[in-house]
């Protein structure tokens, strides 16, 4: 079945650019909306953003001018940059996958990561 | 944005029993409306889309309903395994929103 292996640093300086990669196993990323969420203390789960498999893209409001995402389906993965970052992006990163039933999709997510911590912290 | 709101914040009940949790939303989101829960150490599962519609692989004992701005995820009858913290998600409307959650925990 398919699963999903995010990847990248832990530890982030403030101000500088946070950048993760998930990796997509056991089938193709196409004809799926692949997401970020993360989840903090602080502010519960977030929806950062999702990106479709041909590259189109959909961000959260609040983090818009500093998100940018990106897929490589020659690698089956899907990667998140998040520029500028202060403590309060320190958080459980996840990746996960658009729910699909008998070829309807919904914006829910039925296959997620296991989560990679970020702290962000000089 | 869309406001979700769970109540109550932690629910105490024994297993066995039947518990009913709330979401409320700031503006009418229509049957876009999914449950989840998340145990200490993983990710969210997937328990009911559309309001109402159980994922795949999820017992008869999770039952949704709702539509508009007020949901109701009721379990029957609380197995051990069901423990956890409980989340509502909009898909009404962008951005995506959740709720804060609601913990279920034994009484």
């Known amino acids: 079945q398919v699963q999903l292996q995010e990847s990248g640093p832990g530890l982030v300086k403030p101000s500088e650019t946070l950048s993760l990669t998930c990796s997509v196993s056991g089938g193709s990323i196409g004809k799926y909306y692949w997401t970020w969420i993360r989840q903090s203390p602080g502010k519960g789960l977030e929806w950062i953003g999702y990106?479709?498999?041909?590259?189109?893209?959909n961000y959260n409001p609040s983090l818009k001018s500093r998100v940018t995402m990106s897929v490589d389906t020659s690698k089956n993965r899907f990667s998140l940059r998040l520029s500028a970052v202060t403590a309060a992006d320190t958080a459980l990163y996840y990746c996960a996958r658009q729910f699909e039933k008998d070829g309807d999709f919904f914006d829910v997510f039925d296959i997620w990561g296991q989560g990679t911590m970020v702290t962000v912290s000089s | 944005e869309v406001v979700m709101t769970q109540s109550p914040a932690t629910l105490s009940v024994s297993p066995g029993e039947r518990a009913t949790l709330s979401c409320s939303a700031s503006?009418?989101?229509?049957?876009?409306l999914a449950w989840y829960h998340q145990k200490p150490g993983q990710a969210p599962r997937l328990l009911i889309y559309g309001a109402s519609a159980r994922a795949t692989g999820i017992p008869p004992r999770f039952s949704g309903s709702g539509s508009g701005t007020e949901f109701t995820l009721t379990i029957s009858s609380l197995q051990s395994e069901d423990f956890a913290v409980y989340y509502c998600?909009?898909?009404?409307?962008?951005?995506?929103?959740f709720g804060g959650g609601t913990k279920v925990e034994i009484k």
């Open positions: 990106i479709y498999y041909s590259g189109g893209a």
């Open positions: 998600q909009q898909y009404n409307d962008w951005p995506l929103t």
């Open positions: 503006q009418s989101v229509r049957n876009n």
